[in-house]
């Protein structure tokens, strides 16, 4: 990525947060275990609130790194929750009343211009699946049935007293610990109790594992894919109507500028280029890290139902390679290929490209008629719109027809 000064704020924003995130769990963890030294606000703040706030800043910490992760990767959610979590940092750490304390507070203070300034750059928007929801809304209904259920029968249990004490039963069951310290009775008093531990387990136990596996995977998914360089199985299926480009090279990037200019285009990169590939997946770009001439890749891209397909691979043998496979995928589909060399262009279309473009021949044309007085941008339009309309292909002294 492009050493730019925008690049440099936004990072200086998520490694604040991280930052903030890491001070937090550990100024809590440091006043729960006691080992906080007074800060000048001690006197005046109970010891009872500063071990609460102690345990509450650690929970905000693991939340503030959730919302790092989400900044990292562009999300507008991150942006609002990263907005909430840090004033909450900055009172828990006053409330603390530590001198461990005091960085939390400056560190979170600092961070807010930051935030603030870069507030544009998180727009990606974040939308759960219908089964990540219907996962989330189970885990909740689960908890709330035990926690309800243990409370409404606390008379039949031994150790609930409040709603905290059915709430703490009920996450401990449902993790399978089992300390044992709070049991329903014993005798046939309690047959009620015993009965509803056993739902309340089943539940709960069914609620975490499959909340855990729909909300986590695709997490594990997108990492492994962007260590790997390849398109998630999301990513895959949501391809249809799109343009596929083959290959990786000069080209590529004003060719995925023009895609993206495009409203309601989407595309996907195929490329034995692993470095290009984990830079393309960090843009979010879909990319599938294979050799564009094989006929498994194309058919994971799903080029029976693509546009059109674009080669540019700088290598015109591999591009002729390329083009066959594809023709022969989708024999209706438009193929446009980049000829590196302009003797190779009459060789792409007969292998089964539509349309063949030598850049350096375009190139020449365009700087000659500028040479002679015309404007670039109408020698541009003028040669582009003529070849588009298969009106301007010009006879070279080899005989090959170019653009």
């Known amino acids: 990525m492009e050493l ?72 507008r959610v991150g942006w609002y929750s990263t907005a909430v979590l840090l004033p909450l940092t900055a009172i828990q750490g006053l409330m603390q009343a530590s001198v461990l304390s005091l960085p939390l507070v400056a560190l979170s203070v600092l961070s807010v211009p930051a935030l603030v300034i870069n507030r544009g750059r998180f727009d990606r928007t974040y939308s759960p ?4 929801l219907a996962a989330g809304a189970a885990l909740v209904s689960a908890v709330a049935y035990g926690t309800v259920g243990s409370y409404a029968l606390r008379d039949q249990f031994e150790g609930i007293e409040t709603i905290v004490d059915a709430f703490y039963f009920t996450v401990v069951t449902a993790s399978t610990v089992g300390y044992g310290d709070v049991h329903p009775g014993a005798g046939p008093e309690s047959d009620i109790a015993q009965l509803f531990v056993l739902s309340a387990l089943v539940m709960n136990v069914a609620a975490f594992a499959v909340a855990l596996g729909v909300l ?36 590529t990037e004003p060719i995925l500028e023009e895609l993206d200019g495009r409203d309601g285009t989407t595309y996907a990169v195929v490329t034995t280029n692993e470095t290009a590939a984990k830079r393309l997946d960090e843009r979010s770009v879909p990319v599938l890290t294979a050799d ?44 446009v290929a980049a000829a590196t060399q302009r003797e190779n262009v009459n060789k792409l279309r007969r292998a089964g490209a539509n349309q063949v473009i030598s850049p350096s021949s375009l190139g020449g044309h365009i700087l000659i008629d500028c040479a002679f007085g015309s404007n670039s941008d109408e020698a541009t339009e003028e ?12 006879d070279l002294s080899d005989g090959d027809t170019t653009v």
């Open 4 to 75: 730019t000064r925008d690049w440099v704020t936004v990072r200086a924003s998520i490694v604040l947060t991280f930052a903030v995130a890491v001070l937090s769990i550990l100024a809590g963890l440091a006043q729960i275990g006691g080992l906080g030294v007074d800060g000048p606000l001690a006197p005046y703040v109970p010891s009872v609130i500063r071990q609460t706030v102690g345990f509450t800043g650690t929970i905000t910490g693991f939340a503030m790194l959730g919302s790092g992760f989400a900044l990292r990767n562009g999300y």
């Open 129 to 132: 699946s219908p089964t990540q």
């Open 383 to 394: 040669l582009l719109g003529g070849a588009l309309d298969g009106e301007a292909n010009r």
């Open 216 to 251: 986590l995977t695709p997490a594990i998914e997108a990492q492994l894919s962007k260590a790997l360089g390849k398109m998630t199985e999301k990513q895959i299926d949501l391809l249809d109507d799109h343009v596929l480009v083959l290959g990786y090279g000069d080209l």
């Open 292 to 335: 564009s001439s094989d006929v498994e890749p194309l058919e994971r891209a799903h080029i029976a139902d693509a546009r059109a397909v674009v080669v540019a691979t700088e290598n015109d043998a591999q591009d002729a390679l390329a083009i066959l496979t594809a023709r022969q995928l989708n024999p209706s589909i438009r193929i």
